[in-house]
């Protein structure tokens, strides 16, 4: 069965760095999603993604994020100047319809910053 | 916010038992969806339903929605110790962001 697939599967990266996290969708979804966990809380949505543009994001993606799909199958989150609080699992979701149908997320990215 | 908050927290049961979980959330809902979470692993879809629906299953799995009073129930049945997992419910509305509760937290007792 097709997967959603993320790496690394976990990063520890200096407080101020810049940290790129990268996931394959599965392959004929359309619209790609990151979401995030920080230890002990509730999934959060950060972003949704469709036809090379953001659709929607949410307050925690602020200037510090991007999301980019640089080619035809990966699609990247990236955070410009980690803080602390930056530190959680981060998953990636992909769906082929945005409607009544389910996200398929990614084992996930722990990230750690120091 | 429409997130939904699962009850109870955390639930223990002896294998072969079956488990109850209910979600409730706040405003309305195109979806109610459950999700498993293993421990360190990603969110495993398990059942979407739609908000004009009242019942679905899937093999153990046995998902309730009652909009009327904006509650959701997920029953697994004849419990494994290979069902020990978070379980998730998550709305979404016109903007199509699933919007998840706590969760509860199922160990199943050999």
């Known amino acids: 069965e097709p997967e959603v697939t993320q790496t690394p599967s976990h990063q520890v990266t200096q407080m101020g760095q810049e940290v790129i996290l990268r996931c394959v969708p599965i392959?004929?979804?359309?619209?790609f999603y990151w979401y995030r966990q920080i230890l002990g809380q509730k999934v959060e949505f950060l972003v949704s993604?469709?036809?090379?543009?953001?659709?929607?994001k949410s307050e925690i993606f602020d200037d510090q994020f991007s999301v980019e799909r640089p080619d035809g199958s990966n699609f990247t989150l990236k955070i410009r100047s980690t803080k602390l609080e930056d530190s959680a699992m981060y998953f990636c979701?992909?769906?082929?319809?945005?409607?009544?149908?389910?996200?398929?997320f990614g084992d996930g990215t722990r990230l750690s910053i120091l | 916010s429409q997130q939904g908050e699962e009850d109870p927290q955390a639930l223990s049961i002896q294998e072969g038992e079956n488990a109850t979980m209910n979600c409730s959330y706040k405003?309305?809902?195109?979806?109610l969806q459950w999700y498993r979470q293993n421990s360190g692993r990603g969110l495993v879809h398990l059942i979407l339903?739609?908000?004009?629906?009242r019942e679905k299953h899937s093999g153990r799995l046995r998902v309730t929605l009652d909009t009327s009073k904006k509650s959701s129930s997920l029953l697994i049945t004849a419990s494994r110790a290979a069902d020990t997992a978070s379980y998730f419910c998550?709305?979404?509305?016109?903007?199509?962001?699933?919007?998840f509760g706590a969760g509860t937290t199922v160990t199943v007792r050999a």
């Open positions: 392959s004929n979804h359309l619209y």
């Open positions: 339903i739609r908000s004009n629906e």
């Open positions: 993604f469709y036809n090379n543009e953001i659709s929607e």
């Open positions: 405003t309305s809902i195109n979806n």
């Open positions: 979701a992909s769906s082929d319809q945005h409607s009544n149908q389910p996200q398929h």
């Open positions: 998550a709305t979404t509305w016109n903007d199509y962001k699933l919007s």
